[in-house]
């Protein structure tokens, strides 16, 4: 069964590229997402479905989409990581593994920045990568996918 994975990216990760560089990278959202594309195709015949959003409550109603359909998260809550207990509420409620990225290491910048509302509800965490990050959580879920599957009855050998 082909893997459908959900990149969401939270507010203002739409101006990556311009957008402090010195924190964020000199990549843009879409080169981001196509890298990410393209490799998750490749290498594991998974689909990634990429969106950004700025508002709170329609990257809730995302999230709460993404039940129906996608085997994993890989989220950037940007600004809500701080501050959005709504969006870690949302994120509990998922039935499916979640990893939470940062481009920057936010325990290396503003003392505001060190606590995660969102990362209690995550199977894990990856910061301070810069885009290389979202690659790190698709090799995370690659192995979940694959630790779970080789637990399951139907996948061991006789």
Do not use: C
């Not at 993404?66 to 950037?76: E, L």
């Not at 301070?128 to 959580?137: D, E, K, M, Q, T």
């Amino acid at each position: 069964m082909t893997k459908r994975i959900f990149v969401v990216h939270g507010p203002n990760l739409n101006l990556l590229g311009e957008r402090e560089p010195e924190h964020y990278g000199a990549l843009t959202l879409a080169e981001i997402n196509h890298r990410l594309q393209r490799l998750a195709q490749t290498r594991w015949g998974w689909q990634v479905h990429a969106e950004q959003y700025n508002g709170e409550g329609p990257l809730i109603a995302a999230l709460h989409r993404a039940r129906t359909w996608a085997h994993g998260v890989v989220i950037n809550p940007g600004g809500y990581t701080h501050t959005s207990i709504a969006l870690r509420d949302a994120l509990t409620a998922l039935p499916i593994p979640v990893v939470e990225v940062h481009l920057s290491n936010i325990h290396r910048r503003e003392t505001f920045r060190h606590t995660s509302y969102t990362a209690a509800a995550a199977w894990g965490v990856i910061a301070g990568f810069g885009w290389y990050g979202y690659v790190l959580a698709l090799e995370a879920l690659a192995h979940y996918f694959a630790s779970r599957e080789a637990s399951t009855p139907s996948a061991q050998k006789p």
